[in-house]
């Protein structure tokens, strides 16, 4: 079955620090990857997306994810978080057979000053 | 241009209700599907709409429903409100041309049942 998971609920990181936030996928085909982010009370924003080709994909906010198929990760990195950033980020993978994106649980992000 | 749009924000309705929700596409955009957000989970797919027929529909029961309108905009429909679809209600448009169906999110609607 198609899924998505990020292990990691919550994760706290101080202002300025680097930050690595995990999705692992499962899908038969060659999947297309998504992070978006949700501020409280808002909807949901597309951070990066990757379809094909460079494994490295740079996104909006200094964001960026490495496709790596052999360990089916789609990981989002950032190299210096703001107070900014402090919200719930998703991982989704694109179901063509049902046209939906299939998210994760999110993992939220607190940053500290 | 104007993004997706969906109203309304907030909504209280009591259990055994019906409630309708409305979304309106970003312009161009000719596909409208519909999440549920329970909270601390991720949006699940309820279903989509293309060309005014439902296309593709995620586990949720008939009680869910759905229409599109000519001008690409969209409306939720749930029966027999129970406390469990207290939630927030996200609507996505996209253009369907070939996949992946790159997916544009609205604020959503927090409908609470009691």
């Known amino acids: 079955a198609q899924s998505v998971t990020q292990p990691d609920i919550h994760i706290t990181v101080s202002e300025g620090a680097s930050l690595e936030l995990r999705c692992n996928y499962s899908?038969?085909?060659?999947?297309?990857l998504f992070w978006y982010v949700q501020s409280p009370g808002q909807g949901l924003q597309l951070l990066l997306k990757?379809?094909?080709?460079?494994?490295l994909v740079q996104g909006i906010k200094g964001f960026e994810a490495e496709f790596k198929r052999s360990q089916s990760s789609f990981n989002l990195r950032k190299p210096s978080v703001h107070w900014s950033d402090a919200a719930e980020y998703f991982c989704?993978?694109?179901?063509?057979?049902?046209?939906?994106?299939?998210f994760g649980a999110g993992t939220r992000l607190a940053v500290h000053p | 241009e104007t993004g997706v749009t969906q109203s309304p924000t907030h909504l209280i309705k009591t259990r055994g209700q019906q409630v309708t929700l409305r979304c309106s596409s970003q312009?161009?955009?000719?596909?409208v599907s519909w999440y549920q957000q329970a909270l601390g989970q991720g949006p699940q797919f309820i279903f989509q709409?293309?060309?005014?027929?439902?296309?593709g529909r995620g586990n949720f029961p008939p009680r869910f429903s759905g229409l599109q309108f000519p001008n690409y905009s969209s409306e939720l429909n749930v029966n027999a409100l129970e406390l469990d679809d207290s939630a927030l209600y996200l609507c996505?448009?996209?253009?369907?041309?070939?996949?992946?169906?790159?997916?544009?999110f609205g604020p959503g609607t927090r409908l609470t049942v009691t």
């Open positions: 899908y038969g085909a060659t999947p297309y």
């Open positions: 709409y293309y060309r005014e027929e439902e296309n």
């Open positions: 996505a448009s996209s253009l369907r041309t070939s996949p992946p169906y790159e997916q544009y």
């Open positions: 990757y379809f094909s080709g460079d494994t």
């Open positions: 312009s161009g955009h000719n596909t």
């Open positions: 989704a993978v694109f179901s063509g057979g049902y046209n939906k994106l299939i």
